[in-house]
């Protein structure tokens, strides 16, 4: 014998109809495949967000886009040493206490040609990758060169308010890497020592990173930047790695010998 529930759904059926229960099932089913297919559209729409994100701090980071771990050529032991601590510096970053026990600084010292700078965009270009870590690298002898023209008054190129921008932003970006500090100079001018002081002791008051790159060894670097300077460096976690090993530019006479290979990018190579 048929239940009332069994004929109600037959009659339903003869008339084209679907009972409650077949419409209460029918609304789950669609519910469930619109939710999902919203969570699909939410999730790519973050995917390009976070996309076009990483390439705007890569804009504006001014990086080498060669200076990769993958252009690296670990050929030495101290490239190598160097190379551990650069990538245990970025693990680091997963732990979000670390990130916010203060400020952290790598300063790499060594001869020219040795592969800092190139180790020193590596390690920005992962962490731009992985954590959207705003990056901005400069040159200090360029950035003294525009302090010292942003006091003439009379110049029509808005280079005072240039540099006054320029400094906000060296003040404010999450990594900031000065590269050639100090370079071809025994010591810096006291105005310019007091400068570079108070902009790393900015930093470290605001948990911003730094890396450092010079030529000096640690001792020349010292008296370079003054001890006011020097001190501000030392408030850092810092991690010091010294570069030894051979130089990979070309010489005078490599570039004079013809060249049998196909032109292209050298890695380790500071342009």
């Known amino acids: 014998m048929q239940s009332i529930k069994d004929r109600l759904e037959q009659l339903a059926r003869s008339l084209g109809k679907t009972t409650q229960v077949s419409q209460v099932t029918d609304y789950e089913a669609l519910r469930k495949e619109f939710e999902a297919k919203a969570n699909r559209d939410v999730r790519q729409m973050q995917l390009e967000a976070k996309k076009k994100r990483i390439e705007q701090i890569h804009g504006r980071s001014d990086l080498n886009p060669k200076w990769t771990f993958t252009n690296l050529i670990e050929d030495s032991q101290d490239v190598r040493e160097a190379v551990s601590i650069a990538k245990s510096f970025i693990a680091a970053h997963d732990d979000p206490s670390?990130?916010?026990?203060?400020?952290?600084?790598?300063?790499?010292?060594?001869?020219?040609?040795?592969?800092?700078?190139?180790?020193?965009?590596?390690?920005?270009?992962?962490?731009?990758?992985?954590?959207?870590?705003?990056?901005?690298?400069?040159?200090?002898?360029?950035?003294?060169?525009?302090?010292?023209?942003?006091?003439?008054?009379?110049?029509?190129?808005?280079?005072?308010?240039?540099?006054?921008?320029?400094?906000?932003?060296?003040?404010?970006?999450?990594?900031?890497?000065?590269?050639?500090?100090c370079v071809n100079e025994m010591q810096l001018k006291k105005s310019a020592q007091s400068w570079l002081g108070t902009l790393l002791r900015q930093r470290y008051s605001q948990n911003k990173n730094c890396i450092l790159i010079t030529n000096h060894d640690l001792a020349g670097l010292e008296q370079a930047v003054g001890p006011y300077c020097f001190e501000s460096i030392r408030e850092y976690d810092t991690y010091k790695v010294r570069f030894s090993g051979p130089s990979r530019r070309k010489t005078v006479q490599d570039e004079l010998q013809p060249n049998t290979t196909k032109p292209g990018y050298v890695p380790n190579q500071v342009r």
Do not use: C
């Not at 400020?103 to 020193?120: E, N, Q």
């Not at 240039?162 to 900031?176: G, H, P």
């Open 98 to 181: 670390w990130r916010n026990s203060g400020s952290h600084m790598m300063l790499f010292y060594g001869d020219y040609g040795r592969g800092k700078s190139h180790i020193a965009g590596s390690i920005a270009h992962e962490l731009i990758d992985r954590y959207e870590i705003s990056v901005l690298y400069r040159q200090l002898s360029s950035l003294l060169e525009m302090r010292y023209f942003s006091y003439d008054y009379s110049a029509k190129d808005d280079i005072g308010q240039k540099f006054r921008d320029i400094t906000q932003e060296l003040m404010t970006v999450d990594l900031l890497i000065l590269d050639e500090v």
